[in-house]
């Protein structure tokens, strides 16, 4: 399953740092998005449970997101 938006975008640096838990992308005002860093560290952990996985590609701050979801079809 995959996402994606025409946001913000992500700098290449924190496309793997979003995912830790309470961590949250410190660009200007983003004290004005409310959040705790905890979402994207739920859907990690939940696809990883499943034997999945989650990642986020960017082509950078302003240029969007798109978050891939993979899960398999079968539980091993
Ligand atoms: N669609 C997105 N576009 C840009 N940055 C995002 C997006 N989703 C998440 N992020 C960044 O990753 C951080 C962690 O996301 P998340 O775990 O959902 O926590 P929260 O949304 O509560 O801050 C966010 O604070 C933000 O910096
Ligand atoms: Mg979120």
Redesign the pocket.
């Known amino acids: 399953m995959r996402v994606q938006?025409r946001?913000?975008?992500?700098p290449r640096k924190q496309l793997k740092r979003?995912f830790r838990r309470f961590?949250?992308?410190q660009?200007r005002g983003?004290k004005q998005?409310k959040?705790?860093?905890?979402?994207?560290?739920i859907v990690r952990s939940i696809a990883h449970a499943h034997g999945g996985r989650v990642f986020a590609q960017?082509e950078g701050e302003g240029r969007g997101?798109t978050?891939t979801l993979e899960l398999p079809r079968l539980a091993s």
């Open positions: 938006d946001g913000v975008g992500i979003i961590y949250r992308v660009t983003f998005v959040g705790t860093g905890l979402g994207l560290y960017s997101a978050f």
